[in-house]
């Protein structure tokens, strides 16, 4: 069975520095997706950033990255330019292929606080 | 505009009671989700429907009942069986894999116990 370790509980960053949230996975999948999550007070959750395992390139979105190590199963998000509404949340998630019925699994989450 | 409505977003059931969770979809998705949060964890899966008329159990279904008669929608029954419904419902649609399979969240509903 698949499963998604995030080893931070907490974390916090100064305004307009740089933080990472780490991730690890477990698998024995060739092709599976992974996701960060975002889950602001309000508890919505919105997509930040996807990947592809078959993609070598890591994902950008603005000021939203990963480092995606396949072989060491890791995918660690890292936030730059951190803004207070960074403050959340944030889940990491694994998802076999689509003809797996799409299941996302989610590690226990990092709840980063963004201080000005 | 295009996304995924749940109702009520909060609910009190008292002991004994069946409630039902409402989750609807414009967004034109074949699968659908319901997820369970408690305090200090992650989301675990209930249910899950890939297609109208079909729905699988997901990791914590026990207590639990879906229907997915309509594409749009994938109400979710929280019945007297399950013994601890307090927490956060979070209903999700998938997209296509043009979309990177990236799976959607609703609001959430909160269903407290009283």
């Known amino acids: 069975a698949q499963t998604v370790t995030q080893s931070q509980p907490e974390m916090s960053v100064q305004e307009a520095e740089t933080v990472t949230l780490s991730c690890t996975y477990d698998?024995?999948?060739?092709?599976?997706?992974l996701f960060w999550y975002k889950q602001p007070p309000s508890r919505q959750m919105i997509l930040v950033i996807r990947?592809?395992?078959?993609?070598?390139q890591n994902a950008t979105e603005n000021r939203f990255s990963v480092n995606f190590q396949k072989a060491a199963k890791s995918f660690s998000l890292k936030i730059s330019d951190s803004q207070l509404g960074d403050t959340a949340m944030y889940f990491c998630?694994?998802?076999?292929?689509?003809?797996?019925?799409?299941?996302?699994?989610f590690g226990q989450g990092t709840e980063l606080s963004v201080k000005p | 505009d295009g996304g995924i409505t749940q109702s009520p977003k909060y609910l009190f059931r008292k002991e004994g009671q069946n409630v039902t969770l409402s989750c609807e979809q414009n967004?034109?998705?074949?699968?659908m989700y319901w997820y369970r949060q408690d305090p200090g964890q992650g989301l675990r899966l209930i249910y899950y429907?890939?297609?109208?008329?079909?729905?699988q159990k997901g990791d914590i279904a026990e207590g639990y009942s879906v229907s997915r008669e309509k594409k749009e929608s994938f109400p979710l029954t929280v019945t007297s069986a399950q013994k601890n419904p307090t927490a956060f419902y979070l209903c999700?649609?998938?997209?296509?894999?043009?979309?990177?399979?990236?799976?959607?969240f609703g609001e959430g509903s909160w269903l407290t116990v009283v």
């Open positions: 698998t024995s999948e060739s092709n599976y997706y």
């Open positions: 999700a649609s998938r997209g296509s894999y043009l979309t990177g399979n990236t799976i959607y």
């Open positions: 998630a694994f998802m076999k292929s689509w003809d797996q019925g799409g299941k996302l699994i």
């Open positions: 429907s890939q297609i109208v008329n079909d729905f």
């Open positions: 967004l034109n998705h074949d699968a």
């Open positions: 990947q592809e395992a078959y993609k070598q």
